[in-house]
């Protein structure tokens, strides 16, 4: 595969779920206002469940073709400097953060909401608010990070 095709979706990749993320918190999730607490928290969980799909198929994408480009294009870690070595040890955490995320306050969101408990999912939406908000910030300087290379 050539670089620019891998560069090509490792890009898309990265605008697809940072860009999600940007738009989650910075538009939906003030518009949500003009909504009732039980529709907004309704709402919410639909935009999940669709958005956490999209990130499990992009989140691969995005790893796969940045260590196919690491090892096949720049001969490893060897070859690249600290933003790339950095850009590496954040995609990881980003990963391990959505994947708590996904397994622990939005299981439990589910959970809560599924039993009915309003209370309950409203604490792990703030949870997993929370934890979007950590991996966009992460995300925002690996995209940064990326303009160094």
Known sequence: MSFNFLLAFHLIAAVIWVGGMAFALMVLRPSMAILAPPDRLALHAQVFRRFFRIVWHVMPILLLTGYIMLFSIFGGFKGVGWP?????TAGLLMAVIFIW????????????????????AVAAL????????????????????????
Request: aromatic content about 6%; cysteine-free; hydrophobic content about 55%.
């Open 84 to 88: 790339v070595h950095t850009m590496h």
């Open 126 to 149: 703030g949870r997993i608010r929370h934890l979007i908000t950590v991996n966009l910030v992460i995300g925002l300087l690996t995209v940064a990070l990326g303009t160094l290379n």
């Open 101 to 120: 995320i996904f397994f622990v306050p939005w299981a439990a969101m589910r959970r809560a909401m599924a039993a009915g408990d309003q209370a309950s």
